[in-house]
């Protein structure tokens, strides 16, 4: 069946000095010829400078058109990107236009989908332009971009020969060989390989709190008793109002959550609801959300002011304990590693943001191994992993079981398959690429 010719705007909706509009498919150029008017032929990558035409042959715009030829484009597909003034009525009434050539709206990551399905990219990569554009880091930007040149499949793709490596060992041992000594004398041997590919494995896996770090920015919670000041904090550290405050108890009573960037480094700032014992159902409810959020925080800063005791029953997170109100009272309990400020004065405050700035240097990449961006990756290599650790485990037995251990091998190699999208199905498909946006 002829693929279907594809249209929409490639830029923000709005008004701007530019918007592009993008059109992929078997009859971009003829559809290009008949919104132009132009008769010659266009030449890739060569940019010509034509007027936009709607019905009745009226002249709507003058536009940039960039021809993109098939296979040498983003998608694979003939393609040309049309660059009018962006103004939302002239775009609209231009992609009707193409519309009523016979073209069709382009779904959310349909590009990038047909991208995938010509061999342009694999599934890695095309997560990755997903989650490029949603960046908030440079670090991100950095990283992801990487992924997008493949980077990252090239790494898995050692990972999956040096599985196939050991499953030919097996193979030839079940297929060819008569000799019942040989799989023995390769025993060491394969072992030290799946040694090192669960090592790198598990570094893979381990990135991808990495990437949320960088990509979606790290989550900080400040939880306390109530009256010590918590949004009065916030309110200074994002050097904004956006929280009322108040001196009587108990104020916030809700989840109060803003993005902001310390230092080049994204993070998003929570206030909470104080911590203590209450009757009153609404603040019952907010304690509970406060709790909530506090066991999905990646940094909690535990406000504590003269006259009350820091909150830390939630384990094994990282915290930062803040003695406020230093302006009316200095610290003098026992406690290590206590940050005093003033969230009145301003005094401290430098030092707490440089504090929860360097949360990130213990969310280092170790540029050897691969980088691993979404959920859908991290179980797919979670799955890889297991079959390989069980592989390992059957090798130390004097006698292996080849067979069982050759299917073990060949799911892990399977999963790794998955995880590029070399072998997939059209349910995890639609799943990525529903969450692009309608351009790309």
């Given at each position: ?14 008004n ?12 971009t150029f ?20 034509l007027p936009v ?16 030829f ?25 992609i009707?236009e193409?519309?009523s050539?016979?073209a069709?709206l ?22 990755s ?25 090239k790494?898995?793709?050692?990972i ?9 060992i ?7 060989s ?6 023995k004398?390769q ?40 009256n010590?000041g918590?949004?009065t904090l ?9 929280i009322i ?17 310390i230092?080049?480094?994204p993070f998003s ?11 009153n ?21 535990s ?10 029953f ?18 003098l ?5 206590v940050?005093s400020?003033?969230a009145?004065?301003?005094s ?21 191994l ?18 390989v650790?069980?592989?390992l ?7 292996p ?22 072998t997939t ?8 690429f ?7």
């Open positions: 069946m002829r693929a279907t010719t594809i249209v929409s705007q490639s830029t923000p909706i709005g701007s000095a530019i918007s592009v509009v993008r059109i992929s498919g078997p009859d003829v559809f290009s010829k008949k919104l132009s008017h132009q008769t010659s032929s266009f030449k890739h990558m060569e940019a010509q400078y035409f709607i019905k009745n042959n009226e002249k709507l715009d003058n536009a940039i058109y960039l021809p993109f098939s296979p040498k484009s983003y998608t694979g597909e003939d393609i040309m990107e049309i660059s009018c003034h962006g103004n939302p009525n002239i775009v609209l009434t231009v009707n193409i519309l050539f016979g069709v382009a779904e959310p990551g349909e590009y990038t989908k047909r991208a995938y399905l010509n061999g342009k990219i694999d599934l890695l990569q095309a997560e332009v997903a989650l490029l554009i949603e960046s908030k880091s440079v670090e991100a930007v950095y990283q992801l971009s990487k992924n997008i040149g493949g980077v990252t499949s790494k898995l793709s050692n999956k020969k040096e599985i196939i490596q050991v499953l030919s097996i193979e030839f041992e079940l297929d060819i008569e000799d019942e000594s040989y799989i004398s025993q060491n041997t394969m072992r030290t390989i799946l040694r090192k590919v669960i090592k790198k494995i598990e570094g893979a896996i381990s990135s991808f709190d990495t990437v949320s770090a960088h990509t979606r920015g790290l989550k900080v919670v400040f939880a306390g008793k109530p010590v918590k949004s916030v309110n200074a550290l994002i050097n904004d109002d956006k405050t108040s001196p009587t108890p108990g104020t916030t009573r809700d989840i109060i959550s803003t993005n902001i960037t230092k080049g480094l700032f929570v206030d909470t609801a104080g911590i203590h014992e209450t009757k159902e609404i603040e019952a409810v907010g304690i509970e959300k406060t709790k909530e959020e506090l066991r999905s925080a990646d940094i909690i800063i406000v504590f002011s003269p006259d009350s005791e820091p909150v830390d939630i384990k094994d997170k990282y915290k930062i304990f803040v003695h406020n109100k230093t302006d009316l009272k200095q610290y309990g026992n406690k290590k590693d940050l400020v003033s009145a004065t301003g401290g405050l430098g030092s707490l943001r440089t504090k929860i700035a360097n949360r990130y240097s213990s969310f280092r990449q170790d540029g050897s691969p980088l691993i961006t979404t959920l859908r990756q991290k179980n797919s290599l979670t799955g890889t992993l297991s079959s650790k069980a592989s485990e059957l090798l130390g037995q004097n006698s079981p080849l067979e069982i251990l050759a299917q073990e091998l060949t799911l892990a190699v399977g999963q790794l398959d998955i995880t590029t999208g070399k199905t059209n349910d995890i498909l639609d799943s990525v529903s969450s692009f946006c309608v351009g790309k």
